[in-house]
């Protein structure tokens, strides 16, 4: 079971450039999430989509566009890369959300992009 | 703003010590407090977890003490080991605030 799946895993963009990062997880697990990871900033999040058809903002969400294309997938689009948004950033999905073990998150192992 | 602030931001432990990273948070409202473990090239995973009705959660050699009244809690690694060496990261609540990470080193 492959569990949650990013891709690519490494990206150069020059400024002014699109990409978009694509996430699937095959846990049937209803919430999805993008984070991103800095040195010592710890990890932020960016959008989450509580369920199939929602997407919300998280606490860094500016440059950035989200898609929950269905259960299993969603995708992280940048539409004009500046180098500020050179990361970490990790797709993560849990079986629901509140709080109780229905938010364990399990993570993707993480796609690092540069943008130049 | 920083609702969960974790320190340090870097530990080394000799093996068989004691590890201890500290948490604290600011929303009363914030009820469920998990530990995610990372290692170099991957992706964040549940180390441990705990709710704010107990004060303590033993998992192995990992330990959450939990103090509802300071609004803090911390994770204590008895015996610490070189295959504990990874970035620890505290979080809080639903939405899963994360703390700013501790590089732990754990020598020989």
């Known amino acids: 079971n492959a569990g949650v799946t990013q891709t690519p895993k490494f990206q150069v963009l020059k400024t002014g450039q699109s990409m978009t990062l694509q996430c699937a997880q095959d846990m049937n697990h209803n919430s999805m999430y993008w984070y991103r990871q800095d040195p010592g900033m710890g990890l932020r999040l960016i959008y989450y989509s509580a369920s199939e058809g929602t997407t919300d903002k998280g606490e860094v969400p500016n440059g950035y566009n989200v898609s929950r294309l269905n259960k299993r997938e969603f995708s992280l689009r940048l539409e004009s890369a500046a180098p500020s948004q050179t990361s970490v950033y990790f797709c993560?999905?849990?079986?629901?959300?509140?709080?109780?073990?229905?938010?364990?998150?399990?993570f993707g192992a993480g796609s690092r992009l540069t943008v130049l | 703003q920083q609702q969960v602030k974790q320190s340090p931001q870097s530990l080394i432990v000799q093996k068989g010590g004691i590890s201890i990273i500290n948490c604290a948070y600011e929303n009363t409202a914030f009820d469920y407090f998990p530990w995610y473990q990372q290692f170099p090239g991957k992706g964040p995973a549940l180390l441990i977890a705990i709710r704010p009705d107990v004060s303590e959660k033993k998992e192995g050699r990992f330990t959450i003490s939990f103090n509802k009244s300071a609004k803090q809690f911390s994770l204590h690694i008895m015996d610490s080991q070189p295959g504990d060496s990874a970035t620890y990261f505290c979080a809080a609540t639903d939405k899963l605030i994360f703390g700013t990470g501790t590089r732990l080193q754990v020598f020989p």
């Open positions: 993560a999905s849990s079986i629901g959300q509140g709080s109780s073990g229905a938010n364990v998150l399990t």
